[in-house]
């Protein structure tokens, strides 16, 4: 099976064109949709069906900066131990429970602005640390990208977290 950057004929790095991208995805689906394949025998549908699968799989995994950064970093042999490894240093450390604690406090405290103001830190947070990570990533240092990208994941979830509170403050 081909890898995803391969499927949509993209080279194999974190700074991809995603108008690009966006016309593989549709060239790929216009070929393997399942209604091209309605007379076809239930092999080839099956087929087909696999193909559109794989496609929409791939085409979610790139179009995230962080799925697509975990996907290269595994592409380049590169275990992120997501579940096991959760060394961090020192200052991401510091920074994630000073947002914590900002983020219980202005919870408690029903505070939208607040809320609304560590989200935008998380934000410009976050978009430094897909700069660093696409530097990293596209100058072949996939360890070291490793580590970032697990830095990502925690301000990912944090930001859900965020989201999540905001959503039932609105409601």
Known sequence: MQNHFDL????????????ALD???REVQNRVHPDKFVQAGDAEKRVAM???????????????????AAYLCELNGVDLQ???????????????????????????EKDIDALEGI????????????ARLGLLLDAGDFAQAGQEVRQLMFLEKFGE???????????
């Not at 947002?99 to 406090?105: C, G, K, M, N, Q």
């Open 119 to 130: 989200e935008s830190e998380l934000r410009s947070a976050r978009k430094a640390q897909i």
């Open 82 to 108: 997501i579940e096991s490894n959760t060394a961090m240093p020192p200052a991401f450390l510091m920074q994630q429970m000073e947002w914590r604690e900002a983020l219980e406090d202005a919870r408690a």
């Open 8 to 19: 949509f004929q993209l080279p194999q790095r974190f700074y991809i064109d995603m108008a």
């Open 23 to 25: 016309r593989a995805y």
């Open 50 to 68: 696999q193909w559109a699968t794989q496609a929409n799989e791939a085409y979610q995994t790139l179009k995230n900066p962080f799925k697509r």
């Open 161 to 171: 977290e965020i989201g999540r509170i905001l959503e039932s403050l609105d409601a």
